[in-house]
């Protein structure tokens, strides 16, 4: 079984700021099937990037998504206060999620 | 548009089963994998398996094999995932989840998620 270790557990950064999430798998993933979503408090998740860097319908630019085999990255180039959230990685179809990068904003 | 409706909460007891049904609406029900994801209280998500509403065909990670059923039933364009032998620590909301499509074109992703149902399992 692949398994998703996301660093670090917690980021805390100030409005505008860049947030650099990483997800690393234990062993070579399909970048067609990496997926990153986030979830705010009381709510469902929602699909950020699918394929490692394609943005889902309605996600803001500034989310983007890169990396391959092993080593997948979720950036937010300037946070918002509306990113305040856990993030996930998942491999689609395949493997168990990541432990999740909660993300605070100052 | 698209929609996952999924049947409210349940409160069961240690070693009962449990049925939590999700309906589908806004697209074509036997096109895309439906999902099934939970997360206890305060813990992160779990992925359980999914099944082909086309052909009936499922799969469910190790650790539910033997004791979750997922079906379906195209004629109402709803899945149902079933849990047996129930725990405490299956305690969790449970959602189901839609292939994510775009423009008639598929994805891999979990795209459509349901609002979710939460499961008590208590004494």
């Known amino acids: 079984e692949i398994v998703l270790t996301q660093s670090p557990g917690t980021l805390s950064l100030s409005p505008g700021e860049r947030a650099t999430l990483s997800c690393r798998a234990s062993q070579s993933v399909s970048s067609s099937y990496l997926g990153w979503y986030q979830q705010k408090p009381g709510q469902a998740p929602r699909l950020l990037i699918y394929?490692?860097?394609s943005r889902a319908t309605g996600i803001p630019d500034r989310f983007s998504g890169s990396g391959s085999g092993t080593d997948f990255t979720l950036t937010i180039s300037r946070l918002e206060p509306e990113d305040s959230a856990v993030y996930y990685c998942q491999q689609y179809g395949i493997s168990p999620f990541g432990g999740g990068t909660k993300v605070e904003i100052k | 548009q698209v929609q996952l409706v999924q049947s409210g909460a349940e409160v069961k007891k240690p070693g009962a089963s449990v049925k939590v049904s999700c309906k589908a609406s806004g697209y074509i029900f036997t096109d895309y994998y439906v999902h099934w994801v939970r997360q206890a209280p305060g813990q992160g998500l779990e992925w359980m398996g999914w099944?082909?509403?086309?052909?009936?065909?499922?799969y469910s990670v190790q650790k539910f094999q033997g004791r979750v059923t997922m079906t379906r039933d195209t004629s109402i364009s709803t899945a149902y995932m079933e849990l047996s032998r129930l725990r405490s620590d299956d305690t969790a909301v449970y959602y189901c989840?839609?292939?994510?499509?775009?423009?008639?074109?598929?994805?891999?992703?979990?795209?459509?998620w349901g609002q979710g149902t939460l499961v008590t399992v208590s004494s």
């Open positions: 099944i082909n509403p086309k052909s009936g065909g499922t």
């Open positions: 989840v839609g292939d994510y499509f775009d423009s008639g074109s598929y994805y891999n992703g979990l795209g459509y």
């Open positions: 394929a490692a860097s």
